[in-house]
Nanobody
Framework: QVQLVESGGGLVQAGGSLRLPCAASGRTISSYAMGWFRQAPGKEREFVAAISWSSGRTYYADSVKGRFTISRDNAKNTVYLQMNSLKHEDTAVYYC????????????????WGQGTQVTVSS
């Protein structure tokens, strides 16, 4: 199984930007679909973005489309989530996830998870 460690979270003003790296170890992620999910207090974990291992095709939740960008650097075994034009409602713990095989937007399909990184957007 691949181990994942997120970083880059913090406090940012509305309209600002953050980039979240997710470093993988234990396995190369070149054959893994990668995803980002988030969970706000009192809410269920929700899909944010995903990227396939083969074509690099990306998928986004409607709430972040046009503001967030997921990318991967297989040589560095790292996935990134670039977050621009942040809103207060983006405040959550952000989790990186990996799934061997095809990409999906369903959290239950991912079997490796990081510990999460807190993103707080002040309004």
């Amino acid at each position: 199984q691949v181990q994942l460690v997120e970083s880059g979270g913090g406090l940012v003003q509305a309209g600002g930007s953050l980039r979240l790296p997710c470093a993988a170890s234990g396995r190369t992620i070149s054959s893994y679909a990668m995803g980002w999910f988030r969970q706000a207090p009192g809410k269920e974990r929700e899909f944010v973005a995903a990227i396939s291992w083969s074509s690099g095709r990306t998928y986004y939740a409607d709430s972040v489309k046009g503001r967030f960008t997921i990318s991967r650097d297989n040589a560095k075994n790292t996935v990134y989530l670039q977050m621009n034009s942040l809103k207060h409602e983006d405040t959550a713990v952000y989790y990186c996830a990996a799934r061997f095989g095809g990409v999906t937007t369903t959290s239950a399909d991912f079997n490796s998870w990081g510990q999460g990184t807190q993103v707080t957007v002040s309004s």
